[in-house]
Structures are given as C-alpha cells and as structure tokens.
C-alpha cells in the first residue's frame, strides 16, 4: 500500500517556495561543510538568484507527502559563449527525506530538461574531505557517482570551514551528443514550459 510520503512529483519553483528552499539551505550552511557558504543568504538573495538562474534553466523543487522535500537546478558552467553546451547541477534534499530515492528522482528530471534545451555536459562542483568528520562525508560524490558522474579534477585543502579544510572536486556526465556542426542550446521560459508541459509525476 502506497501512503502519502511515498508519492512525489517534481514541478518548476515559483517564488512562492523561496522561504521553504531557504530552509532547507540554511540547514547544509549552519551544519555542514556541503556547501563552502559561512552565512545564510537573506530571502531577497535567494529570490532573485531563483529568478535569473530560472530565467535560463530549468530550477524544479520536489515534493513528498505534501512537502517541499528537496530542490535542483542547473546555472553556467562558465560564463562564456563556447560552454553554452555544458552547465552545471546544483541538488538540496531535506536531510530528513534523504535515502527515499527523492534526489534521484529529481536528478533524473532536470537532466531530462537539460537534455530538452540541448545541455550536453553536466558539472556538479562536490566538497570532499581527506578525512570524513561530522560536516562532511562522500555522501554526494557518491550519489553523483552513482548516478553516472565521474571524477573528472581535484582541488585539494582549497575549502575551510569550521576550522578544518576540505577538498574539492569536480564530477561530470555527459548526457548528449557532441556533434560537428552543434545546434544551439535553448534557453529560457520556452525551454522551461516545453518541460512542463510534459510533466516529471
């Protein structure tokens, strides 16, 4: 029998979620070395980082039990025109939905969405330590990895957070194929609206 925290459905953020996506931030800034930040952004911060960052790729959050449970969302590996094919994947689950297969599931959609738009290579920039403690494990290395990413650099001691330092490193997973003569990436709204009007229930 299926309860109701075991249904999730994965949508677009709307404005509306910036203080529940702030909270589940603030969790990983305060508590963790996931993310090198030492303070919580303020929610005028975070809104406008949701609208520029929406305005080009997709940002989906997903929900479980009636509850934001986690968010995703992809933004320039670099800045300059000839990485347009290749972006970078940002993911923060409620610690205390984590291990329900919640990340994945979203994971899965926005590489869907990044597929759509033309994304050939995705990026996730991951803290890792040289010694697991309480801030830090490989915890996201390896559900990146599982996910098909694969270590592709390392900055060592190049994080420090809590009075230790901390690795960092780069994973990557192609998802297209590169071609000769590259169609253009699409971004914006109708990228955006093309993947939801096919829906990630």
Known sequence: MTSADDISAVRDAV??????LLEIYRYY???TAVTFDYEVPSEQDFARQLEEISSRYPYLVIEAGGRTAG???AHPFVGRQAYDWSAETTIYMDPDMRGRGLGAKLYAALEERLREMGILNLYACIGFPGKEDEYLTTASADFH???GFRKVGEFRSCGYKFGRWYHMIWMEKVIGEHRQNQPPV???ARASR???EKGHQ
Request: charged share 10%; hydrophobic share 35%; aromatic share 4%.
């Open 29 to 31: 800034v305060l508590n």
């Open 145 to 147: 990895a599982h996910l």
């Open 15 to 20: 404005p509306g979620d910036v203080p529940r």
């Open 186 to 188: 699409s971004h914006g």
């Open 194 to 196: 093309q993947g939801a």
């Open 71 to 73: 968010y995703a969302c």
